[in-house]
């Protein structure tokens, strides 16, 4: 009786910690890690500086069970121009991230946010390039349905890049 008694125990104990077991951000040094190494590997591209460009993308992307990125798909963007330099950093985080239980394949979710600093004293041709760029963006959407059961939602990237003096 002891003996049934001391491995059941062991056993719903050995469930309970497994339970507890958290599972391993997907890129390679954890959250804090992929978000430095995005903020420093997307730069900002001077068309986006000039024409004082701001806004969000949000980018599903396939890596292979070596953490190769296979496709990268844009669901939504403010604008065309934004797209760029995160396309580019993203090719640069081939081989760092990590696929959950020995997939072939995974999709991931990254949405970007993209803005300047503002000015302590911001011009009116400043304010008037910004409203300019906002009230002439060209959003591009995705009409198709996003399978968040099949993809990781990955945290928010945050870059911000300061107007020329």
Do not use: C
């Amino acid at each position: 009786m002891k003996k049934t008694l001391l491995f059941t125990i062991a056993i719903l104990s050995s469930v309970y910690s497994m339970a507890q077991t958290e599972l391993a951000f997907p890129f390679q040094g954890g959250g804090a890690v992929m978000s430095r190494f995005f903020r420093d590997s997307l730069k900002v591209s001077p068309e986006i500086i000039k024409k004082k460009a701001t806004g969000t993308a949000v980018f599903k992307f396939t890596a292979d069970e070596k953490g190769t990125i296979k496709k990268i798909i844009v669901y939504y963007a403010d604008d065309y121009v934004l797209t760029l330099p995160i396309i580019e950093a993203l090719k640069k985080s081939n081989h760092k991230w990590v696929i959950p239980d020995h997939e072939k394949f995974h999709d991931f979710i990254i949405p970007f946010s993209i803005s300047f600093n503002p000015p302590a004293m911001a011009s009116n041709a400043t304010i008037k390039e910004a409203y300019n760029f906002y009230s002439q963006r060209k959003p591009i959407v995705s009409y198709n349905q996003v399978p968040l059961e099949y993809a990781t939602l990955l945290p928010t990237v945050v870059v911000s890049y300061n107007l020329p003096e």
